[in-house]
């Protein structure tokens, strides 16, 4: 048990890198308000998610009042909070487990299996519990407020709240577990990536989606009609029987309510104890057999040699090929980068599929020649989202990490280097800018002149906030990391570069505005518009050149 | 071929003096053995005549290029080879030594030359069309070091070059070292293996502490007593 909780500490300490919290805070004292920023985002994050959910769950509350079933709440969110646990888990947990590279540090030390599963699973629980408290702080605090409930209830709330990952998180590493002895996912290691990062992405999409179709103003209403059915309680519960065994240890101040409290910690135990079994058995083994090299061996033929060394090009280009491939290559990176793409006309077509009434105020709005201005800046809004979602720029010098040292030595120019990064991520940009453009034209009836006008503006202005946002990580590129996921998550800079380029589209939405109340014929608008950026942008390619020379040479690795 | 004047280096804002005051010559044809134990300040001199780190003091040619002011040029003559092979693993070992051929600017038809006589050399034409995420440290280490020869460059900098190569590799890498300083190029690289050093340098650099302390061919190291090893003389210069 000892050697247990010396692991957690270890792995919390590494996850959290909270050694080197201390160390920059008591030796470096250099960029100390970073840590603080960051910590202060999370806070806010978490705060709004969980102001957002609390208006949901006191919608539910008072929907399942009125149809005599207040604790509905509670089973919705312990049946809600470990879904969202074990999805996200799963690819969590299989990453801890089999990815992580303490890995071969810590198989070799006398060590059992369980100890080193044990670790690792706190580690994923103590970030899960970022998921789950905004999903069930708010049910428990609205059920034990709005039914008046005493002291038992809020002590057995906080040891439910806890004990509330265990048994999705432990049904999840069963699972990896049984499944890596089966199959060898070491090996697909990028398709789990990218298959995790797309229903990731396919799930925020979905609530979204979700939360659009709820009518503002009547969510009590709305949840009534799908929720208020009798049973809906017991329905729930044999999906997942936890929650009911949580809606009535908590509800119920009787036997029945003891025991079901009791029932919860006892599989919960149980659960875990059977994961140290499994561990025990399998978990070695399942690493072990992930542990080949997986290499195709194959010896080019003359020809397919011949054809590779024709490929000669200028260095920008071989520069700029470099940066493609390793975006691409790497599904973290991809993922990250091309999301943007996707979320931007995602949301277009969204507002297209909402609710029919409000489909067709929106058409009328559209081609009301009246608001055609405002609607086609709109559009254009949209396209600088796209452009400005997006963390190729904002990563771009970060994700070279330790191979750094090859950008140093060749004999490349720092501007020429910098360009080559601008050129790739204003393509990405460039793509999200176009796909914006055909999505206004098919979807939204945008003519096809203007949307053209739009798309040349937008282009412009991808070209300004790439390039905004690429000098943010020459001035502090992050090049110490292991794992890519730190070069693009962890990574402060894609959080300022998503901040400037907000205020980019902030200041041209304001000027925009000005124009419009001005009434300028909307050709002139266009043409202003395209001069402001243009205005904007030479200045700032230059400067970005000028930095790009000067930092280089003083980027030391 | 490598000029190093009073060069000085420190770290944490000048609480760690890496290299102190370091004056040191490699002359065309030689291959110059750089020695000193962990944290003497070997790598950093190193990093500083490839310009991967940044004088505090003094300067540096290379081919005659001030390595500050003319560093594009000081980079074409040198070819590098770090102590970790950290290198694209998402690109294939093909790629990889097309982007450096492109960026050196070596005509295609050189480049195919190099390649081949290189990955031959180093049984690696098996392995060229496979990232690089799938090689072994010792492959990493050759296709690193096919990258960096590619240019043909007057000047190899080698950090540990052996480490980590098997010993056919080892026993090549070390003919080609020859070869090369036989044609008036020269090469600048540390290591830990003494014998190596013993038998294949032509003058030795041993350096403590961030100073020099030593600098000359092996006799004149030995100052006449045939007795001594090279290793002995490095005990005797870094034990004080």
Redesign the interface.
């Known amino acids: 048990m000892k050697m247990l909780f010396t692991l957690i500490k270890l792995q919390l300490n590494i996850n959290f890198g909270i050694s080197a919290l201390k160390y920059r805070f008591r030796k470096e004292k250099t960029r100390l308000w970073e840590p603080v920023l960051v910590g202060l985002g999370i806070f806010v994050g978490i705060g709004s998610i969980t102001l957002m959910m609390t208006m949901l769950m006191l919608g539910i509350f008072i929907a399942g009042k009125s149809v005599n079933h207040p604790e509905m709440v509670l089973t919705i969110a312990f049946v809600g909070g470990p879904f969202v646990v074990l999805i996200f888990g799963l690819f969590y947990i299989i990453s801890a487990f089999y990815f992580s590279k303490d890995m071969d540090i810590l198989i070799p030390l006398p060590l059992k299996p369980h100890e080193i599963l044990g670790s690792k699973l706190a580690v994923v629980m103590v970030n899960e519990y970022l998921t789950l408290i905004p999903v069930i702080i708010p049910a428990i605090l609205v059920y034990g407020i709005g039914t008046g409930q005493g002291f038992i209830y809020w002590l057995k709330s906080l040891i439910l709240l806890v004990l509330s990952p265990v048994i999705p998180l432990a049904i999840g590493a069963l699972i990896v577990v049984v499944l890596m002895r089966l199959i060898n996912v070491r090996k697909s290691k990028d398709f789990f990536a990218v298959v995790g990062g797309f229903l990731s992405l396919l799930f925020g999409l979905g609530i979204n989606f979700f939360a659009q179709r709820i009518p503002k103003g009547h969510e009590a209403e709305f949840f009534k009609q799908y929720l208020g059915q009798a049973g809906l309680i017991e329905h729930l519960g044999q999906k997942y029987p936890p929650s009911i065994w949580a809606t009535y240890g908590l509800s119920l101040h009787n036997m029945k309510g003891n025991l079901d409290f009791l029932l919860y910690i006892a599989v919960s135990a149980l659960l875990l104890l059977a994961l140290v079994w499994i561990g025990n058995r399998f978990f070695y083994a399942s690493i072990l057999s992930g542990q080949e090299?997986?290499?195709?061996?194959?010896?080019?033929s003359a020809d397919?040699?011949?054809r590779?060394?024709?490929?000669?090009?200028?260095?920008l280009?071989?520069?700029l090929?470099?940066e493609w491939?390793?975006l691409l290559?790497?599904p973290v990176y991809a993922l990250n980068g091309l999301a943007g793409i996707i979320i931007g006309p995602f949301m277009v077509i969204m507002m297209f599929t909402a609710q029919r009434e409000q489909r067709e105020e929106l058409f009328k709005l559209i081609n009301n020649p009246e608001y055609i201005v405002p609607v086609s800046l709109g559009g254009l809004a949209f396209m600088l989202f796209t452009s400005g979602m997006n963390i190729v720029a904002s990563t771009s010098i970060s994700r070279e990490?330790?191979?750094f040292?090859?950008s140093?030595?060749?004999?490349?120019?720092a501007s020429q280097q910098v360009m080559a990064k601008f050129l790739n991520s204003f393509l990405i940009s460039a793509f999200g800018t176009i796909i914006t453009g055909i999505v206004l034209v098919g979807f939204l009836n945008f003519a096809i002149w203007r949307t053209l006008v739009l798309i040349g503006i937008g282009l412009l202005g991808a070209g300004l906030i790439v390039c905004l946002n690429l000098m943010i990580d020459v001035l502090r590129p992050k090049l110490e990391w292991t794992n890519p996921q730190e070069a693009v998550k962890q990574n402060l800079n894609g959080f300022l570069g998503v901040l400037v380029s907000l205020l980019v589209i902030g200041i041209l939405t304001g000027v925009s505005v000005a124009f419009i109340i001005t009434k300028l014929p909307e050709w002139i608008i266009y043409l202003l518009l395209a001069l402001i950026i243009a205005v904007l942008l030479i200045p700032s390619l230059w400067g970005l050149i000028k930095l790009s020379e000067w930092k280089y040479?003083?980027i030391?690795? | 071929m490598i000029n190093i004047k009073n060069l000085s280096k420190s770290y944490n804002k000048g609480a760690v003096k890496a290299v102190d005051n370091l004056n040191l010559q490699v002359k065309p044809g030689e291959i110059f053995g750089f020695l000193g134990p962990n944290g003497a300040g070997k790598t950093t001199t190193i990093?500083m005549v490839?310009?991967?780190?940044?004088a505090d003091e003094g300067s540096i040619t290379v081919n005659g290029f001030d390595t500050r002011k003319q560093?594009?040029?000081a980079?074409?003559s040198?070819g590098?080879v770090?102590d970790?092979p950290?290198?694209?693993e998402?690109?294939t070992g093909?790629?990889y030594l097309?982007?450096?051929?492109?960026?050196?600017?070596v005509?295609?038809?050189v480049?195919?030359e190099r390649?081949?006589y290189f990955t031959e050399m180093f049984d690696l034409?098996?392995?060229?069309?496979?990232?690089i995420k799938?090689y072994?440290h010792g492959m990493r280490q050759k296709i690193v070091l096919t990258g960096a020869l590619i240019h043909d460059p007057a000047l190899w900098v080698l950090d540990e070059p052996l480490v980590g190569l098997d010993p056919k590799s080892a026993h090549q890498l070390k003919e080609l070292m020859r070869a090369h300083c036989d044609k008036g190029n020269s090469v600048f690289f540390s290591t830990h293996v003494l014998e190596v050093a013993e038998k294949l340098c032509d003058r030795i650099g041993i350096i403590h502490r961030g100073k020099l302390v030593a600098i000359g061919t092996l006799e004149e190291l030995r100052k006449g007593d045939q007795v001594d090893t090279l290793e002995s003389i490095f005990l005797e210069l870094t034990e004080k």
């Open positions: 090299v997986t290499r195709k061996r194959r010896v080019l397919e040699m011949e590779s060394y024709r490929k000669e090009s200028s260095p280009m071989a520069l090929s470099r491939k390793l290559r790497t990490g330790k191979s040292w090859i140093k030595m060749i004999p490349a120019a040479k003083n030391e690795v | 990093k490839i310009g991967l780190l940044s560093s594009l040029e980079k074409q040198i590098y770090p970790n950290d290198v694209y998402r690109l093909l790629e097309n982007f450096m051929g492109d960026v050196y600017r005509p295609a038809e480049r195919k390649i081949q034409n098996h392995a060229v069309s496979d990232l799938s072994s």
